[in-house]
């Protein structure tokens, strides 16, 4: 039977879009359903001036049965801020069938490649790589739900894109954090000691003036984001305003640390609960039946996720991310959370591997983000 690909334009393209992962992962009692809302969101259909649109999304069929769905996008702030010409791709599902993979890939690089795009990494977040969120296929550590934010798929999708012809660009890390684990040596002591020798201190962000906090945010990652990272450059305060604007009904403020020297933001990690717990009951929509159990299972969530994490040069390796770490981990044992986890971080960002490795974090699961030029 003849594979065909085309974007999505109608409802019933949005539909198929959307619905093909629970054909994919039907009867797996790990996978975590999307809201359907967010999915469609992101696509975004009515998008004001879709033919000079930075991203497009695709459907496969065969035999007029879908196969393969992705999303294909380009930053040009990012490509101009980093001097590249490169597109990413996203919310990538298929089942099982090589061909119908390569020819949804064909797809999405021949339009990314009529757009200047010369190089594309994926999957990553729609919106843009810099994202910490659904991060490269999961690789291995199979064994139960993914946490808030974070990819899962079938082992064969590495098999998928190797056979599309793309190669490996980074692998990303998530460690498991036990509080049974963490913390063997107490730290109270040697954090007090590293405050008073270099002079920072650390306090939960303050949620009642989020302005105050996103410029000291903006402040640090202005410092922190390496030159080098090619998916991300520092984010305009606008930007950061609306990261915080997404974030902060997802954030419970005790697992929350911002670091400052004197006056000067120096450092801040976040840690959100893992909704993921409770998104697993409602299959892809807030019902009236829906939003009584999102609020059952609320109360039960027991992981949290610590994704974001930076300190400035010139505080790193001086107690800084262990006191970040302490104070989320203090507080949030305390609220009753148990298990959690790191993620993701780079093989390469070897301080901050080595961070949470000190404190008794666990490599367990690994994501890989591919490349492959056009």
């Not at 998008?47 to 999304?57: D, I, K, L, Q, Y």
């Not at 769905?69 to 990538?92: C, M, T, W």
């Not at 690789?139 to 993914?146: Q, R, S």
Request: proline share 7%.
């Amino acid at each position: 039977m003849s594979i065909d690909v085309r974007p999505v334009r109608s409802r019933a393209d949005l539909r198929d879009f959307v619905r093909l992962p629970w054909q994919i992962y039907r009867g797996d009692r790990d996978w975590v359903p999307p809201l359907v809302s967010d999915i469609e969101q992101a696509v975004d259909l009515a998008a004001p001036g879709r033919a000079a649109a930075t991203h497009e999304v695709f459907v496969a069929r065969r035999g007029g049965r879908v196969a393969a769905r992705i999303y294909a996008a380009f930053d040009p702030v990012l490509n101009e801020q980093k001097r590249q010409n490169a597109g990413h791709l996203s919310l990538f599902e298929s089942v099982n069938d090589v061909d119908a993979a390569r020819a949804l890939f064909d797809c999405a690089l021949a339009w990314l490649k009529q757009r200047g795009v010369r190089l594309v990494r994926g999957p990553v977040c729609p919106s843009g790589p810099a994202i910490d969120e659904h991060k490269g296929v999961l690789l291995d550590g199979f064994d139960g739900p993914p946490i808030v934010l974070t990819s899962y798929n079938p082992p064969y999708y590495p098999f998928l894109f190797e056979q599309s012809g793309f190669e490996k660009d980074a692998d990303l890390f998530a460690y498991r954090l036990d509080a049974a684990r963490l913390f063997a040596k107490d730290p109270a002591t040697a954090i007090r000691y590293a405050e008073r020798r270099y002079g920072f201190r650390t306090s939960p962000m303050n949620t009642g003036d989020v302005e105050a906090e996103v410029r000291a945010i903006k402040h640090v990652l202005d410092l922190a984001v390496p030159e080098e990272w090619v998916d991300m450059a520092p984010p305009s305060l606008e930007e950061v305003r609306q990261m915080a604007n997404r974030l902060v009904p997802l954030v419970d403020p005790d697992l929350t640390a911002i670091v400052r020297a004197g006056d000067e933001p120096v450092g801040f990690g976040l840690a959100i609960p893992d909704y993921n717990q409770v998104l697993i009951h409602l299959n892809g929509r807030i019902t009236p039946l829906g939003a009584l159990k999102y609020l059952w299972y609320k109360r039960r969530i027991s992981r949290v996720r610590v994704f974001i994490m930076f300190v400035v040069p010139a505080f790193r390796q001086k107690g800084v991310a262990h006191a970040i770490y302490y104070r989320i981990f203090e507080r949030g044992t305390a609220k009753g959370y148990r298990r959690g986890e790191a993620s993701t971080i780079g093989e390469t960002n070897r301080q901050m591997r080595a961070d949470v490795e000190k404190i008794g974090g666990e490599k367990y699961r690994t994501y890989r983000v591919y490349g492959k030029n056009v």
